[in-house]
C-alpha cells in the first residue's frame, strides 16, 4: 500500500513540475491583434526568433532584451506586460530549438505564415533585420537566416 502510495505522490510531483517547466505563457486576443492566445501564438514565435538572432553570437544583454521589447510593443501594439511574457516564452521556445539558426527560425515560422497578414509578416523581418543590426549585412548565419525566412514569408 505504501509503495502505491510513494509511486502516486512521485507521479503527481513529476507532472507539477512538467507544467511548470515547459509552461508557455496563455496571453490574451484583442480584437485586431496578431495572437492566437494559445501555445502556436504569432506574437511567441517572433519574439523567439528575434531572441535566436539576437543571440546568435553572444547571450542576451539587458538592452538587447528591452530592444525586442520594445519592438514588440511598437510594432505589434503589444502592452509592456504582453510583450515581456512573449519574451519569457519565446526564449523558452528558442533555448529548446536545435540546428543552426536557419533551421531554429524556420521551426517558428508556422504560426507567422499561417496568422499572419502580408504586411505584418513585412514588420516580422522588419524586426528580425533590426534585432540582427550589422549582422544582417555581413556574410555568415545570421544574414543567411534572415535572407531565407524573407524568401519563405514573402513568396505567394
Not at 505522490?9 to 486576443?29: C, D, E, K
Not at 492566445?37 to 543571440?55: C, E, K, L, N, W
Not at 524586426?127 to 513568396?155: D, N, Y
Request: hydrophobic residues 45%; contains cysteine.
Amino acid at each position: 500500500m505504501s509503495l502505491i502510495l510513494a509511486v502516486l505522490v512521485l507521479l503527481l510531483a513529476a507532472a507539477i513540475v512538467y507544467h511548470i517547466m515547459g509552461r508557455i505563457p496563455r496571453l490574451p486576443q484583442a480584437a485586431g491583434d496578431w495572437g492566437s492566445g494559445g501555445r502556436s501564438d504569432p506574437r511567441i514565435a517572433v519574439a523567439a526568433m528575434m531572441y535566436a538572432v539576437a543571440t546568435e553570437y553572444a547571450p542576451l544583454t539587458a538592452e538587447q532584451e528591452r530592444h525586442i521589447q520594445s519592438l514588440l510593443c511598437l510594432r505589434m501594439g503589444l502592452d509592456p506586460a504582453v510583450a515581456r511574457a512573449c519574451l519569457t516564452g519565446g526564449r523558452r521556445i528558442a533555448s529548446r530549438l536545435h540546428g543552426d539558426l536557419n533551421s531554429r527560425l524556420h521551426q517558428l515560422l508556422g504560426p507567422v505564415e499561417h496568422r499572419c497578414s502580408r504586411k505584418e509578416k513585412q514588420d516580422v523581418i522588419d524586426m528580425l533585420r533590426i534585432i540582427a543590426g550589422p549582422f544582417a549585412q555581413r556574410l555568415g548565419p545570421v544574414r543567411e537566416g534572415l535572407g531565407r525566412v524573407s524568401a519563405t514569408l514573402m513568396r505567394g
